[in-house]
């Protein structure tokens, strides 16, 4: 099967250091496998946007000279596609609408099925999704054997919230299947998605991806880069200097110092995901 992979960041704030560890390495795994490399904003979360993110990622795109092999969307334009699929889950009998609040639920992760048999209206309702008592398994390339007792550790979860945001879980899972996704390589952070979204596409019968989780780069406070804990912004004027930290960060073999697209073109030639550290954090330090 062709190797098709993906770097799908979502606009809650400007890319960081770890976000381009990820554009990189995804981009390189890509072309390693002699694959395309496709970018998707995962920006259904409206109200999150951060001002001026979406534009931001993509001029890092051009200044990272990062090239898609298909036009970049937004999952924020493709909500029919999304509401369709609720539709053909609902037909199946296998979402419900749950009334449960935030505050209902308390600080109890697992969801107790309080509505499941409730019967209410879907509309301005959360929409969950039914859970059944299996395990699902799989083989992370660098994180190895990974499993979840989904009933039991996670309870049925959120397909669309009361406030008619799509969740993340449903949208990544269809936009991956249609754009004929076969390969995720993400942050270790979504390692624990990875069940429920294997799961909902069992269910809609899509086939089955391959996953590598890759650390995370960490900060002084031994907290991952992301917005809320204040990561800096990618100075796009400094590219090479930044591409060559993020190989760096990843154990690659040493590029020289030049043009992106050249420091790409012998990134992915010496490509080895063997050198990536096994684990879920990065060794070191990041801004």
Same mark, same amino acid.
């Given at each position: 099967?062709?190797?098709?992979?993906?770097?799908?960041?979502?606009?809650?704030?400007?890319?960081?250091?770890?976000?381009?560890?990820?554009?990189?390495?995804?981009?390189?795994?890509?072309?390693?496998?002699?694959?395309?490399?496709?970018?998707?904003?995962?920006?259904?979360?409206?109200?999150?946007?951060?001002?001026?993110?979406?534009?931001?990622?993509?001029?890092?795109?051009?200044?990272?000279?990062?090239?898609?092999?298909?036009?970049?969307?937004?999952?924020?334009?493709?909500?029919?596609?999304?509401?369709?699929?609720?539709?053909?889950?609902?037909?199946?009998?296998?979402?419900?609408?749950?009334?449960?609040?935030?505050?209902?639920?308390?600080?109890?992760?697992?969801?107790?099925?309080?509505?499941?048999?409730?019967?209410?209206?879907?509309?301005?309702?959360?929409?969950?999704?039914?859970?059944?008592?299996?395990?699902?398994?799989?083989?992370?390339?660098?994180?190895?054997?990974?499993?979840?007792?989904?009933?039991?550790?996670?309870?049925?979860?959120?397909?669309?919230?009361?406030?008619?945001?799509?969740?993340?879980?449903?949208?990544?899972?269809?936009?991956?299947?249609?754009?004929?996704?076969?390969?995720?390589?993400?942050?270790?952070?979504?390692?624990?998605?990875?069940?429920?979204?294997?799961?909902?596409?069992?269910?809609?019968?899509?086939?089955?991806?391959?996953?590598?989780? &890759?650390? =995370?780069?960490?900060?002084? *406070?031994?907290? #991952?880069?992301?917005? %809320?804990? @204040?990561? $800096? /912004? &990618?100075? =796009?004027?400094?590219?090479? *200097?930044?591409? #060559?930290?993020?190989? %760096?960060? @990843?154990? $690659? /073999?040493?590029?020289?110092?030049?043009?992106? *697209?050249?420091?790409?073109?012998?990134?992915?030639?010496?490509?080895?995901?063997?050198?990536?550290?096994?684990?879920?954090?990065?060794?070191?330090?990041?801004?």
């Amino acid at each position: 099967m062709a190797y098709v992979g993906r770097f799908a960041p979502s606009p809650t704030g400007p890319l960081h250091f770890g976000s381009l560890i990820t554009a990189i390495a995804s981009y390189c795994d890509a072309k390693a496998n002699h694959g395309k490399w496709l970018v998707r904003i995962e920006d259904t979360d409206i109200p999150r946007i951060y001002p001026g993110s979406e534009e931001h990622i993509l001029r890092a795109v051009d200044a990272f000279q990062l090239e898609p092999d298909a036009e970049i969307i937004f999952q924020k334009d493709r909500l029919d596609i999304y509401e369709d699929v609720i539709q053909q889950l609902r037909q199946q009998g296998l979402v419900y609408a749950c009334q449960c609040t935030r505050k209902m639920l308390g600080s109890n992760h697992i969801y107790q099925d309080t509505c499941r048999n409730l019967g209410l209206a879907f509309e301005h309702q959360a929409i969950r999704l039914k859970v059944e008592d299996v395990e699902i398994c799989f083989e992370d390339r660098l994180q190895g054997r990974h499993c979840s007792e989904l009933k039991k550790d996670l309870g049925d979860f959120v397909l669309k919230r009361r406030d008619g945001i799509i969740n993340y879980q449903l949208a990544v899972v269809v936009d991956d299947y249609l754009q004929g996704m076969t390969h995720v390589v993400r942050g270790a952070d979504l390692l624990d998605n990875t069940e429920r979204q294997i799961y909902l596409g069992q269910l809609l019968g899509y086939p089955r991806l391959s996953y590598m989780h &890759l650390p =995370l780069a960490m900060n002084d *406070q031994g907290q #991952k880069l992301s917005k %809320q804990n @204040l990561a $800096q /912004a &990618l100075d =796009l004027t400094q590219a090479p *200097q930044l591409l #060559k930290q993020a190989l %760096q960060a @990843l154990h $690659q /073999a040493e590029v020289d110092l030049d043009a992106p *697209q050249r420091m790409l073109q012998q990134a992915v030639a010496q490509w080895d995901i063997d050198r990536i550290p096994h684990t879920t954090e990065l060794q070191g330090r990041y801004l």
